[in-house]
């Protein structure tokens, strides 16, 4: 492959744990990526990791909170490689508490980052230009929501229906579009959870591994792998559907 016959792919969230393992796996593919992410220190560190032979990676940093920041995100990715074949919408924050517990604030902040982002934009890019893919991560926990964090799993909820909603009403463009739903994933969301609520996330991830019918929780790289196989062409009769990634285990 040729640097001009690479692919794009724009990632967010990309200095987070199955950010950088989605990101890692597409430079594995031969693809350019372009990632977002409010932690530009994580950045520079992927990038450093990835740029090594070659520049595959290129980071823009913002808050997806700020529409004009999701807006150039895209713009940037067509502006540096002239194309935009994937887009990974993979930031995200987790919310605890029971809706009495849920503040304005925090409903308002889960929903704008988890999934008023940057759907539109690429749309309307892809579209014009041949069609893409488009791989939204929301959860199981969207699917069947687990207690106490009303407004997380109502937005994953939300992330998985637009999925299957785009999906259909984009197909015809040559988008496919769907969501990967991870149960629990070993990530800096979960380990940090684990320790604001006083535990070990070494000996909580253990017990964990406990409950999940294959043996342990995911690894960033198995979202990573599905995340890849639905924006590629092996996943090319795939559009409009969501994908648990979850060792069995169910919500609970
Ligand atoms: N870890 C899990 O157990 C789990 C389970 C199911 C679904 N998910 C979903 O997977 C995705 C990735 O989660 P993760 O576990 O890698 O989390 P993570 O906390 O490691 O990474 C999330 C990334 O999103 C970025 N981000 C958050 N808010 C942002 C904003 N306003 N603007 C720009 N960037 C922002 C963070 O800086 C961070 O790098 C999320 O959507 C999450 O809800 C995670």
Redesign the pocket.
């Known amino acids: 492959m040729t640097g001009l016959e690479k692919k794009t792919a724009a990632i967010?969230?990309a200095?987070?744990?199955?950010?950088q393992a989605i990101s890692k796996q597409f430079v594995a593919n031969g693809f350019h990526v372009i990632a977002?992410?409010?932690?530009q220190t994580?950045m520079d560190q992927l990038e450093a990791e990835l740029n090594r032979i070659g520049q595959n990676v290129w980071s823009k940093a913002?808050?997806?909170?700020n529409k004009a920041y999701c807006e150039e995100l895209i713009d940037y990715s067509i502006q540096i490689t002239g194309t935009l074949d994937v887009l990974v919408n993979?930031?995200?924050?987790?919310t605890r508490g029971n809706i009495l517990e849920t503040t304005d604030e925090d409903w308002e902040r889960t929903f704008d980052?988890?999934l008023t982002s940057i759907f539109w934009r690429a749309i309307g890019h892809m579209k014009g230009h041949g069609g893409g893919a488009i791989v939204n991560?929301a959860?199981c926990w969207g699917l069947y929501p687990g207690p106490g964090h009303a407004a997380y799993c109502t937005s994953k909820a939300a992330v998985a229906t637009l999925s299957k909603c785009l999906g259909r009403d984009h197909a015809g463009d040559g988008i496919r579009v769907n969501a990967v739903c991870?149960?629990?994933?070993n990530?800096?969301?979960?380990r940090t959870g684990f320790a604001k609520r006083g535990f070990n996330p070494d000996t909580a991830i253990a017990e964990l591994n406990n409950t999940v019918p294959l043996g342990r929780i995911a690894e960033?790289e198995d979202i990573a792998d599905a995340v890849y196989f639905l924006s590629s062409n092996a996943a090319r009769y795939i559009a409009g559907t969501t994908v648990e990634v979850n060792g069995a285990k169910p919500v609970y």
């Open positions: 967010t969230g200095a987070g744990g199955i950010g977002g992410d409010a932690d994580g913002g808050d997806l909170r993979n930031a995200g924050i987790i980052i988890n991560i959860s991870p149960n629990e994933v990530t800096p969301m979960l960033p």
